[in-house]
């Protein structure tokens, strides 16, 4: 069985930075694409970012609204995505899950596993 666990929210003011760390255990490999989401008060879940790995290069993806401020990136060897998040602003506050799966791009029905939530708030 897969689990993932996120960590790393928290409070954080206006402008500041945040790491989000997501630890998997189990059959998961290097190779599976991991993604973060968003769900923000009285939304729907949201796209964050993904990253697949294809040999010894990984492609990334990451949402308009995050672009140039947020970075996905893996350590394979502890089976850890991370999420950097920069010039965090007040929308960003959410609840951040990450989610793996094999094919999985965009969509969270592509996605197989998902971690609990990790909470981010950011006051103005």
């Known amino acids: 069985q897969v689990t993932l666990v996120e960590s790393g929210g928290g409070l954080v003011q206006a402008g500041g930075s945040l790491r989000l760390s997501c630890a998997a255990s189990g059959p998961v490999s290097s190779n599976y694409v991991k993604g973060w989401f968003r769900q923000a008060p009285g939304k729907e879940r949201e796209f964050v970012a993904s990253?697949?790995?294809?040999?010894?290069?990984?492609?990334?993806y990451y949402a308009d609204s995050v672009k140039g401020r947020f970075t996905i990136s893996t350590d394979n060897a502890k089976n850890t995505v991370y999420l950097q998040m920069n010039s965090l602003k007040p929308e960003d506050t959410a609840v951040y899950f990450c989610?793996?799966?094999?094919?999985?791009?965009?969509?969270?029905?592509?996605?197989?596993?998902w971690g609990q939530g990790t909470q981010v708030t950011v006051s103005s």
């Open positions: 990253i697949r790995w294809i040999g010894s290069g990984s492609s990334t």
């Open positions: 989610a793996t799966g094999i094919l999985a791009t965009t969509r969270q029905v592509e996605y197989d596993y």
